[in-house]
């Protein structure tokens, strides 16, 4: 098994539990966790969508982040390698570096756990593809509803995280 640190393994984890975009993901800094209502915001700056987005924290996820306030929990960033560079957290790229270490070269990457979510959520875990594609920070609807319609759905969303963290946990993801 190929070592990688515990930044870039916990980095693994998270982009599994949240299925979030590794842009989105390599730069979270511990100030857009607000651990007293679980949620991680996204700011719209490092979105793709250019808007904010809500990640309902689960149990799971809180897991993944807790040993990682020993390692990075006085500096900015939440996946912050120590190693200077072009970026002041981990390279984005080291999420498919190790992807491939792990042996899933032409087989997955980073940007391909995304498909993941929406057929399991709606196949195993019977949730409503509008749910899971806001959590997935997608447009939903036509552009009529797109500019109309400003609900977030997060009690869903939350229930559907809570779901598919459960479920990846019985497929043998450790935390």
Same mark, same amino acid.
């Given at each position: 098994?190929?070592?990688?640190?515990?930044?870039?393994?916990?980095?693994?984890?998270?982009?599994? /539990?949240?299925?979030?975009?590794?842009?989105?993901?390599? !730069?979270? *800094?511990?100030?857009?966790?607000?651990?007293?209502?679980? +949620? @991680?915001?996204?700011?719209?700056?490092?979105?793709?969508?250019?808007?904010?987005?809500?990640?309902?924290?689960?149990?799971?996820?809180?897991?993944?982040?807790?040993?990682?306030?020993?390692?990075?929990?006085?500096?900015?960033?939440?996946?912050?390698?120590?190693?200077?560079?072009?970026?002041?957290?981990?390279?984005?790229?080291?999420?498919?570096?190790?992807?491939?270490? /792990?042996?899933?070269?032409?087989?997955?990457?980073?940007? !391909?756990? *995304?498909?993941?979510?929406?057929?399991?959520?709606?196949? +195993? @875990?019977?949730?409503?593809?509008?749910?899971?594609?806001?959590?997935?920070?997608?447009?939903?609807?036509?552009?009529?509803?797109?500019?109309?319609?400003?609900?977030?759905?997060?009690?869903?969303?939350r229930e559907f995280m809570v779901?598919?963290?459960?479920?990846?946990?019985?497929?043998?993801?450790?935390?």
């Amino acid at each position: 098994e190929p070592k990688g640190s515990l930044v870039v393994i916990s980095a693994v984890k998270l982009l599994f /539990l949240s299925f979030l975009r590794v842009g989105s993901l390599a !730069g979270i *800094r511990w100030s857009e966790i607000d651990e007293e209502d679980s +949620i @991680l915001t996204i700011p719209a700056e490092r979105m793709k969508s250019k808007k904010p987005h809500l990640v309902p924290l689960t149990q799971p996820m809180v897991d993944v982040l807790e040993p990682l306030k020993d390692f990075t929990g006085e500096t900015e960033y939440v996946f912050d390698t120590g190693r200077g560079g072009r970026y002041p957290h981990m390279n984005p790229a080291s999420i498919n570096a190790y992807l491939i270490k /792990l042996g899933y070269q032409g087989l997955l990457r980073a940007h !391909g756990v *995304r498909s993941i979510p929406l057929t399991i959520g709606q196949d +195993i @875990l019977g949730f409503k593809p509008e749910v899971i594609q806001r959590q997935l920070a997608h447009a939903v609807g036509d552009k009529v509803r797109q500019a109309y319609d400003r609900s977030t759905l997060l009690n869903e969303r939350r229930e559907f995280m809570v779901s598919w963290s459960d479920y990846l946990l019985a497929q043998g993801l450790e935390g």
